[in-house]
């Protein structure tokens, strides 16, 4: 059992945050959006994990193409 522990504190430290960022741009608790994933994960037999796969990997595009630049010179 430590060793599941492990594992999840390793996703929770190093994870895209994809759940927050979704529940920021919604404007309700990151708890909520969480717990909608794994209810659609066990409804739809492992489609919320697939979309959170999918949007975790958008968000790191998205990331990595706009960055924000704090003056021109940055260019």
Do not use: E, P
């Not at 190093?14 to 919604?26: E, F, P, S, T």
């Not at 796969?53 to 260019?75: A, Q």
């Amino acid at each position: 059992m430590n060793i599941f522990y492990k594992i999840l504190l390793y996703f929770q430290k190093h994870g895209y945050y994809v759940c927050q960022r979704i529940a920021d741009r919604l404007g309700i608790r990151a708890k909520v959006v969480r717990t909608s994933f794994i209810y659609l994960t066990f409804v739809t037999l492992g489609f919320g994990f697939a979309l959170y796969l999918i949007l975790s990997f958008l968000m790191r595009v998205k990331d990595l193409l706009y960055t924000k630049r704090s003056s021109v010179f940055d260019l």
